[in-house]
């Protein structure tokens, strides 16, 4: 039967023979995934293994710096952390549609991904960390022109850059994956991380992004997962997320109307984010962080949560 330690061996096992004394690139996102696939890889061949993580410019607050630290002070994983958010930013402006902005994101991350490794050529692998729920949802959710949302981490490898895949945990679903981590020392706060798409805060702004809507986001998001983690609620949801809806309304602040715009909350349970639940969160939490988001985020006055489960209505909003 399967578990987690002979997956793991088994798996370097494979690693080993497959790269032999090749090179491997790996893009983490400071997801448990492809931290998990980074682990094993650098278990099997060492320092033939490179990571690279990129800041987006779609990363929740704090995130890029606090998560670089834990790859390399933690984890030692060797990783070389690029900033290209400025890029990033510059080529989603204007950018509306939900798909548009994942393509945007897909195309701009692996042009990024490409220069970090123009100079050596030799790579000859890429480790990802796709899940079996990635492989699905992208396969079979082919409507009649598309597929529902292209995960950008499946089937986003151009041929050009010759790499040949290394994707260890394609069949396992997040649970495996977790206990994949934690038999591999990952830390338990970073294996409990909740699920972030790859595309970020971008498609949690209901409109086009630039640097004044992520910060708003930013910080309400920020209000809304720490306010989670100290009331012990993070880990009873699979998922918590803030978005910023582009509606305006109307509020009173003293004798001034206020005309600013609107923070969605959502929280799930669920256990693969194939179907979810929306999450019953205890009124008097929600109401504080109501409270919290309104009297400290600049440009909010109004905070809604979501009540809706999956299917239909997606975890995300976009
Ligand atoms: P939905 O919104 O489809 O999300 O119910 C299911 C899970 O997938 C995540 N998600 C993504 N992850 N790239 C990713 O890497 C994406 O484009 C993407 N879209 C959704 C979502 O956060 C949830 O965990």
Not at 42 to 69: S, T
Request: aromatic share 8%.
């Amino acid at each position: 039967s399967w578990t987690a330690k002979s997956f793991i061996e088994s798996t370097i096992e494979e690693i080993r023979e497959k790269v032999g004394d090749d090179r491997v690139i790996c893009g983490l996102s400071g997801g448990v995934d492809s931290t998990v696939v980074a682990t094993l890889v650098h278990e099997a061949i060492g320092d033939q293994l490179q990571c690279i993580f990129v800041d987006n410019g779609v990363l929740r607050k704090n995130e890029f710096q606090d998560v670089l630290d834990i790859y390399e002070d933690q984890l030692h994983l060797p990783v070389k952390g690029i900033d290209a958010s400025d890029k990033f930013l510059e080529r989603l402006k204007g950018v509306v549609d939900p798909e548009m902005k994942r393509i945007t994101i897909g195309e701009t991350f692996i042009e990024v991904f490409d220069e970090a490794i123009a100079h050596d050529d030799s790579y000859k692998y890429l480790a990802q960390g796709t899940l079996y729920p990635d492989v699905i949802e992208s396969i079979s959710f082919k409507g009649p022109s598309a597929t529902i949302k292209s995960h950008h981490n499946v089937g986003g490898l151009p041929e050009e850059m010759n790499l040949d895949l290394i994707e260890p945990v394609r069949e396992l679903f997040k649970d495996e994956v977790r206990n994949v981590g934690r038999e591999l020392g990952i830390p338990e706060h970073f294996i409990k991380r909740h699920p972030f798409p790859g595309p970020g805060l971008a498609i949690r702004i209901i409109s086009d992004v630039d640097r004044p809507k992520l910060d708003i986001l930013r910080e309400a998001d920020d209000i809304f997962i720490s306010e989670l983690r100290k009331n012990d609620l993070y880990d009873e949801v699979w998922q918590a997320l803030a978005v910023l809806l582009p509606v305006q309304s109307v509020g009173v602040m003293g004798d001034e109307r206020t005309y600013e715009f609107t923070i969605g909350l959502r929280a799930v349970t669920s256990v693969d984010g194939m179907t979810a639940d929306w999450a019953h969160l205890p009124h008097p939490f929600l109401a504080h962080v109501s409270n919290r988001i309104i009297n400290e985020v600049r440009g909010i006055n109004r905070v809604v949560y979501d009540i809706s489960s999956k299917p239909p209505s997606t975890i995300e909003w976009e």
